[in-house]
């Protein structure tokens, strides 16, 4: 147990980082096409990746680069006369299977075009036959990978999971968190309330401590243990706002900005699903080799928990 904890450490230092690239592409009547390519700087040391177009387009100036909440940005013009991109392919050379991917965004007078390029899919081919479909797809899959490498969000939902007396107050804290997370997530995006990052990463952190914090208690029959369903909404509201800072800095699809926002979120709650599911199963044959009973487990991950979130808190409130 002490060596797997060791083991998971390091990576729980990487909380909440997205890891995703994002690439804009508007293509004017002239077929002369702005390019801006925005790369996360946790990425600057990663293997680098190289940008393909069709043989038309020819890069005619470029602006120096820029850094931005948290990304490095690359801005640049090409020359696809005579015939545009429509109709060609764009490709990335070295994506793996480990990275997020590209998130390209084309838009023209006639076509706008969304499309998450991963290392299995890595070309978008610009044509008239692409559908929301492939966007809805594209988003829920953006959703899954950002909850299931948000270790601090995971850690929430790992406490409530283990505070839970039975399958109904499960039930309702997961539901209570999921609605409240959803709708601080939606009034985020769509401008009605702006919080300033730092806090929001600061207050999370805090939030998974007051949790580990009530783990840790052995009165069974504590305000937070009675009303779980309460707590979890009320932290909730804090960890939709920490959903949209990254979903903001990669950038909905302006021409579906509902649609996007909604497969993003049914995203998050998908790999949420998966996250309780395989910890649950992992908890049933775990129970079976340890023999030691259930409240001194949650002890040690209570402790564990506490003193990862603390450090957090620490660290982000240091970047205020």
Known sequence: MRLLLLFLFPLMLFAHQSGLSYIKLYEHSNHKVSVTYKMPLQDLYANPIHINYSQNCVKISQLPQAIAKGYIIS?????????????????????????????????????????????????????AKSTKFSLFLSYVELGIHHILSGYD??????????????LKS???AVTAFTLAHSITLAFAMLGLVNLPVAFIEAMIALSILFLAKELAETNANTLTKRHLEYIAFIFGLLHGFGFSNVLKSIGLAKGNLLLSLFSFNLGIEIGQILF???VSISYFFLKKVI??????????VAYFVGALSAFWFIQRVLHF
Not at 84 to 113: A, C, M, P
Not at 153 to 166: E, I, Q, T
Not at 291 to 300: G, Q, T, V
């Open 291 to 300: 023999k030691r009973p259930l409240s001194e487990l949650k002890i040690y």
């Open 170 to 172: 499960l039930l309702l």
């Open 276 to 278: 309780i599911g395989v």
């Open 153 to 166: 969000h995971l850690l929430f939902v790992l406490c409530l999971l283990l505070l839970a007396k039975n």
């Open 75 to 127: 801005q640049y013009t090409l020359n696809c006369s005579p015939s545009g991109l429509f109709g060609k392919r764009i490709w990335i050379d070295g994506l793996v299977k480990q990275n997020r991917g590209i998130l390209i965004e084309y838009k023209s007078k006639n076509h706008t075009q969304n499309t998450l390029l991963r290392a299995e899919t890595p070309f978008i081919l610009i044509n």
